[in-house]
């Protein structure tokens, strides 16, 4: 996997992103984060488990230049589809690119293991989510009913990678979810 190092553009300024692999010492800023950014974070034991060598799990964090994780990523790929399970950028740091940094990561470890797609479920409130992943390619094709421990729905969305992984597109979805 690796490390790759990344030019973020932010508001005012360039900066260096590195995009490397999440590693256990990472955790507890990490897990800090989910629980300042999600109503519903995930659990340092969730977050450890991503790191127990599964050969199918793909955890990565973006780090400043200063070294401090700015944001990370946990996507799965098995046989030929990946999964975006959970992306964050703290909010001092977004709309500078680095979400479209580990997404560029996720589609690239997508593509070397020959996935047909990308997936992810986002909530059907999280417009600003929404309309970054429209802009990456993705589009919904399907609502998960009380998806959330809130009860909110899902939105699936998908980005198809080659022919074999297009999926007909949901139409619709908003009307039924304001």
């Excluded at 190092?5 to 005012?12: H, I, L």
Aim: proline share 4%.
């Amino acid at each position: 996997m690796g490390l790759t190092k990344e030019r973020a553009v932010g508001v005012d300024q360039a900066e260096t992103i590195t995009i490397r692999e999440m590693v256990s010492e990472d955790l507890p800023q990490v897990t800090a984060l989910e629980r300042q950014i999600f109503p519903d974070p995930w659990s340092a034991d969730a977050f450890r488990s991503e790191l127990s060598g599964k050969s199918y799990s793909f955890p990565f964090v973006a780090v400043d230049e200063a070294g401090t994780i700015v944001a990370y990523m946990v996507s799965w790929i098995v046989v030929d589809e990946a999964h975006l399970g959970n992306i964050a950028v703290i909010p001092s740091h977004r709309r500078r690119g680095i979400a479209r940094l580990l997404m560029d990561r996720l589609v690239s470890e997508a593509n070397a293991h020959n996935a047909r797609l990308v997936t992810l479920e986002v909530r059907v409130s999280n417009r600003n989510a929404i309309r970054l992943y429209e802009q990456y390619g993705f589009y919904p094709f399907m609502i998960r009913k009380r998806y959330y421990e809130n009860g909110e729905n899902a939105l699936v969305m998908v980005k198809p990678l080659n022919e074999s992984g297009k999926i007909k597109p949901l139409s619709h979805w908003e009307s039924e979810n304001s």
